[in-house]
């Protein structure tokens, strides 16, 4: 009777804690809806008129210019941090300069509008600002580290394996132009029933992409924020030592973002439980960087590029991503900018009707105009072509 009565309690503990994870995520997906579809939809403006095939162009070399406009453009361009990869590899092979084409694959999942606006409504407008200021950060020390490791001879390998055209993911998301052409201003296009289209087309698709890892993040983050006691995260990210823990975060917060397989925007919600758990601000910026790091990436890094190629981005990748880190927390610890209190939003109020719910449903019906006109516009066999071959580029 007693170990009966045991096992019923320990299963009821198991499903009050999975239900109070899932409820935490659900209330977090409700408190950011509306800022995603926001931001996609600004994203699908952008990209509405700005074709790829204009963009390896501007990228055939590494000076500073180019790289400016690399990032530029990658900040117009697609939020998945898979697409951002295989179009980085893609620009690459059509002659883009290899820094050059890590710049806009940083710039493409880093330092996109969608990021910002969920960072600012989660976080705070201060950790907005680092990941815009850090962002270029990155990608400076980036460059300066390609100029002392990446010799000729090991880009010249890395070119030879990415013409080998091995498939990694988000191929066929990656390869599709779906911008309009022709002559006309960005407004005269944009307000075109091809322009529409187009709005509609990446829109949907730049959530096809995401989608999963958005999920992942949010249960992650859910789990996480119900299940492990913040005490483990201040000892982990040694909070109440201020030297050591701006000293650390930097450090483990890439390493944390490598095990939690989370990347894109979904691993957001995530920095949100990291931040309230004690991690340092230049830790937080440290760990967004590195959704270009789990270890899915790696391995398509590894299939794109080579063996050697993907051990040389890892550790140029993490060491960049932790100056970053280091140089955003000395300059907003400097201007005053680092927030006082750990109060992260994360979905502990519920869902309740005041303004969040009323964005929610402006946006939802928006998003579903969008998802309408993409499928009677011919969008939905595209969502079969998304991990097609990366040598056959489709509309």
Same mark, same amino acid.
């Given at each position: 009777m007693i170990g009966r009565y045991q096992r019923r309690v320990g299963q009821e503990a198991a499903v009050d804690a999975i239900g109070r994870a899932l409820a935490l995520a659900g209330s977090m997906a409700w408190e950011i809806l509306w800022a995603l579809i926001l931001g996609f939809a600004l994203s699908a403006t952008v990209q509405a008129v700005v074709r790829k095939s204009t963009i390896v162009r501007l990228m055939g070399d590494h000076r500073p210019r180019t790289l400016a406009t690399a990032t530029a453009l990658g900040a117009a361009s697609s939020s998945c941090s898979y697409a951002a990869v295989a179009l980085a590899r893609s620009l690459f092979r059509k002659g883009?300069?290899?820094?050059?084409?890590?710049?806009?694959?940083?710039?493409?999942?880093?330092?996109?509008?969608? *990021?910002? /606006?969920? @960072?600012?409504? $989660? %976080?705070?407008?201060? #950790?907005?600002?680092?990941?815009? !200021?850090?962002?270029? *950060?990155? /990608?400076? @020390?980036?460059? $300066? %580290?390609?100029?002392? #490791?990446?010799?000729?001879?090991? !880009?010249?390998?890395?070119?030879?394996?990415?013409?080998?055209?091995?498939?990694?993911?988000?191929?066929?998301?990656?390869?599709?132009?779906?911008?309009?052409?022709?002559?006309?201003?960005?407004?005269?296009?944009?307000?075109?029933?091809?322009?529409?289209?187009?709005?509609?087309?990446?829109?949907?698709?730049?959530?096809?992409?995401?989608?999963?890892?958005?999920?992942?993040?949010?249960?992650?983050?859910?789990?996480?924020?119900?299940?492990?006691?913040?005490?483990?995260?201040?000892?982990?990210f040694f909070d109440g030592h201020p030297l050591a823990s701006a000293l650390w975060g930097p450090l483990i917060g890439p390493v944390v973002a490598i095990l939690s397989f989370v990347c894109s925007i979904g691993n957001v919600p995530l920095a949100a439980v990291l931040w309230n758990g004690g991690i340092s601000f230049g830790g937080v910026v440290a760990f967004l960087f590195a959704d270009l790091l789990i270890l899915p990436i790696l391995n398509i890094y590894r299939k794109y590029y080579g063996l050697r190629v993907m051990f040389v981005l890892l550790g140029t990748f993490y060491a960049a991503m932790a100056g970053a880190g280091y140089l955003v927390e000395l300059l907003f610890g400097a201007a005053g900018l680092v927030p006082s209190q750990r109060a992260a939003r994360f979905g502990e109020d519920g869902i309740s009707w005041n303004y969040t719910t009323w964005l929610d449903l402006a946006?939802?019906?928006?998003?579903?105009?969008?998802?309408?006109?993409?499928?009677?516009?011919?969008?939905?066999?595209?969502?079969?072509?998304?991990?097609?071959?990366?040598?056959?580029?489709?509309?």
């Amino acid at each position: 009777m007693i170990g009966r009565y045991q096992r019923r309690v320990g299963q009821e503990a198991a499903v009050d804690a999975i239900g109070r994870a899932l409820a935490l995520a659900g209330s977090m997906a409700w408190e950011i809806l509306w800022a995603l579809i926001l931001g996609f939809a600004l994203s699908a403006t952008v990209q509405a008129v700005v074709r790829k095939s204009t963009i390896v162009r501007l990228m055939g070399d590494h000076r500073p210019r180019t790289l400016a406009t690399a990032t530029a453009l990658g900040a117009a361009s697609s939020s998945c941090s898979y697409a951002a990869v295989a179009l980085a590899r893609s620009l690459f092979r059509k002659g883009a300069d290899f820094t050059a084409a890590m710049a806009f694959e940083i710039g493409s999942t880093n330092l996109v509008a969608e *990021l910002g /606006i969920i @960072l600012a409504l $989660l %976080l705070g407008w201060q #950790f907005t600002l680092a990941e815009f !200021v850090g962002g270029p *950060l990155m /990608i400076v @020390l980036l460059a $300066l %580290l390609f100029r002392l #490791f990446v010799r000729t001879g090991l !880009v010249a390998r890395a070119r030879e394996q990415a013409e080998r055209g091995v498939a990694g993911s988000m191929e066929g998301h990656a390869a599709m132009d779906m911008s309009v052409g022709g002559e006309g201003s960005f407004l005269r296009r944009l307000s075109s029933p091809d322009g529409f289209t187009a709005v509609a087309h990446v829109f949907v698709m730049e959530w096809a992409a995401v989608l999963r890892d958005i999920v992942l993040g949010l249960l992650i983050a859910g789990a996480v924020g119900a299940w492990v006691p913040d005490s483990w995260w201040q000892a982990l990210f040694f909070d109440g030592h201020p030297l050591a823990s701006a000293l650390w975060g930097p450090l483990i917060g890439p390493v944390v973002a490598i095990l939690s397989f989370v990347c894109s925007i979904g691993n957001v919600p995530l920095a949100a439980v990291l931040w309230n758990g004690g991690i340092s601000f230049g830790g937080v910026v440290a760990f967004l960087f590195a959704d270009l790091l789990i270890l899915p990436i790696l391995n398509i890094y590894r299939k794109y590029y080579g063996l050697r190629v993907m051990f040389v981005l890892l550790g140029t990748f993490y060491a960049a991503m932790a100056g970053a880190g280091y140089l955003v927390e000395l300059l907003f610890g400097a201007a005053g900018l680092v927030p006082s209190q750990r109060a992260a939003r994360f979905g502990e109020d519920g869902i309740s009707w005041n303004y969040t719910t009323w964005l929610d449903l402006a946006f939802l019906l928006l998003a579903a105009v969008l998802v309408v006109r993409f499928a009677r516009t011919g969008g939905l066999p595209m969502l079969r072509m998304m991990n097609g071959s990366p040598d056959h580029p489709r509309r």
